[in-house]
């Protein structure tokens, strides 16, 4: 074989080889999300709600209103037992929050309303009685310190990679309680309540405080949150990507960038 020939024979071997060393490359990546690292760099910033995100709203609510029973004997008032108390709180609870959350009522209507409505439907109400079991309410339920699972670990592991800001409509004071209480304060640098930013989710404005409070835009933001009315509509108003904090695999036909069951998923998505 003349040395041209054999040259070209090795010229030949090594292409190949390149493109097979291509190939197999090619081949590793199949599956494998794109641009997930520059997905991973896109974001400084990270949003949370808080109750039912971080802290366990239900259980906290749920042990408070057992004590408050006891304490003010309620079954000699007319209310049977724990559990319709709870059951009830639960269903007045809720609407009050959805007409605040619309904007229809204040936070004042919702500490008035709240146990007189329960009492009265149990043929129970008198003034005193609902004044007192709503101030206790009110004090007690905040220092309770059930967080939802992996919240502890998932903010210790985010929180030297990102800036942290809670983004809320409840009251200033008591969610300041309920982070100090669950040993979470010191993981964020804004605390961002509807009352402090002059609106309530889903409002875009308080998205737009809590960005200009951390100096980003909306591209450097990610918010997650458990109420697809005022986290993730919200959110998507103010044109930042979302994670829906979907416990309990509810169906939806909301748009979310991204979807988990457990906050400990946050690790691999962030």
Not at 23 to 38: C, D, E, M, V, W
Not at 91 to 120: H, P
Not at 155 to 168: E, F, G, K, M, Q
Not at 250 to 255: I, L, S
Request: with cysteine; aromatic share 10%.
């Amino acid at each position: 074989m003349s040395v041209r020939a054999a040259l070209s024979l090795l010229a030949g071997l090594r292409t190949t080889h390149f493109g097979l060393r291509q190939a197999a490359q090619s081949l590793t990546q199949i599956g494998k999300p794109r641009n997930a690292s520059k997905q991973h760099q896109m974001y400084s910033c990270i949003f949370f709600d808080l109750d039912h995100t971080l802290w366990d709203y239900e259980t906290n609510s749920r042990q408070t209103l057992d004590e408050l029973y006891q304490h003010y004997n309620l079954a000699t008032h007319g209310v049977p037992d724990a559990e319709q108390f709870h059951r009830r709180f639960q269903e007045v609870n809720t609407q009050l929050w959805d007409r605040y959350d619309r904007g229809l009522i204040d936070s004042g209507v919702i500490r008035k309303e709240r146990f007189k409505q329960i009492l009265e439907a149990f043929n129970a109400y008198n003034a005193g009685l609902s004044e007192q079991i709503s101030h206790d309410y009110l004090y007690s339920c905040p220092q309770k310190t059930n967080l939802i699972p992996h919240a502890l670990e998932t903010l210790a592991y985010l929180s030297p990679r990102y800036h942290l800001t809670v983004v809320t409509n409840g009251f200033e004071e008591i969610q300041h309680q309920k982070l100090k209480a669950g040993n979470m304060a010191s993981y964020f640098n804004h605390i961002v309540t509807s009352q402090r930013a002059g609106h309530k989710k889903p409002a875009r404005e308080i998205f737009d405080y809590a960005m200009r409070a951390n100096k980003v835009e909306c591209h450097q933001v990610i918010m997650i949150g458990d109420n697809l009315a005022t986290d993730i509509a919200g959110a998507r108003n103010a044109s930042i990507h979302t994670v829906f904090f979907n416990p309990d695999k509810r169906e939806h036909q909301e748009v979310v960038t991204h979807e988990i069951e457990h906050l400990s998923q946050l690790r691999e998505l962030l």
